[in-house]
């Protein structure tokens, strides 16, 4: 079957589409590289045949900016 498994804003707008390609029946997993979105709610999909299901995901980003003061004695 032809799986495609596409990430979409809440506009609707394609942000990535992570699969595309045959697969044959079975349980696969895929990892989605997210360095390019903002924290914020996607739309995933995915699609084979006559399967469509669509999920909502909820993506946090956090970023730790971690500042030192290094004051040297003299």
């Not at 029946?25 to 739309?43: A, Q, R």
């Not at 900016?65 to 004051?71: A, F, K, P, T, Y």
């Amino acid at each position: 079957a032809n799986v495609k498994i596409r990430i979409y804003n809440l506009l609707g707008q394609l942000i990535e589409e992570v699969i595309n390609k045959n697969h044959q029946i079975g349980e696969y997993n895929f990892e989605w590289n997210s360095n390019k979105v903002t924290s914020g709610i996607y739309l995933f999909t995915i699609s084979a045949n006559d399967f469509f299901e669509s999920k909502k995901v909820i993506l946090l980003t956090i970023f730790i900016i971690l500042l030192l003061l290094l004051s040297s004695a003299t």
